[in-house]
C-alpha cells in the first residue's frame, strides 16, 4: 500500500502563488508515476501534471504549462505542485495521486492511490 498525504492549500489573491505538497509513505518502491489532478465545484476531476520520479521526466495539462511546476525530491518522498500565476479558475480541491503501473499518464483511471486533496482557492 502506498499513503499520500497532501499540504500547502489555501486562499490566495489571483496572480499570487502557492506550492503543495504530497508527502508518500509506504510501499514507494512500487510506485511508477506521481500525478496531481483537480476537481472544481460540479466539475470532473481533470489532470494537472504528472512526474516519473526515477528520471524527472513530466507533463502538463495545456491550461498549466508555464504556470505550475511538478518535481520531486526523493529523500523526502515529496512530490511538489509550484502554481504561479493563479487565476480564479484554478480554483479546486488537488489531489496528489501514485500510480503503480504507469509513467507520465493524464489518465486519473491509471492511478491506483489518492491522497485527501487540498483546497486552492483563488479570488478574482
Known amino acids: 500500500q502506498v499513503q499520500l498525504v497532501e499540504s500547502g492549500g489555501g486562499l490566495v489573491q489571483a496572480g499570487g502563488s502557492l506550492r503543495l505538497s504530497c508527502a508518500v509513505s509506504g510501499r514507494t518502491y512500487s510506485i511508477y508515476g506521481m500525478g496531481w489532478f483537480r476537481q472544481a465545484p460540479g466539475k470532473d476531476r481533470e489532470f494537472v501534471a504528472t512526474i516519473n520520479p526515477s528520471d524527472g521526466s513530466v507533463n502538463y495539462a495545456d491550461s498549466v504549462k508555464g504556470r505550475f511546476t511538478i518535481s520531486r525530491d526523493n529523500v523526502k518522498n515529496t512530490v511538489y505542485l509550484q502554481m504561479n500565476n493563479l487565476e480564479a479558475k484554478d480554483t479546486a480541491v488537488y489531489y496528489c495521486?501514485?500510480?503503480?503501473?504507469?509513467?507520465?499518464?493524464?489518465?486519473?483511471?491509471?492511478?491506483?492511490?489518492w491522497g485527501q486533496g487540498a483546497q486552492v482557492t483563488v479570488s478574482s
Open positions: 495521486a501514485a500510480s503503480g503501473r504507469y509513467w507520465l499518464s493524464d489518465d486519473l483511471g491509471e492511478y491506483d492511490y
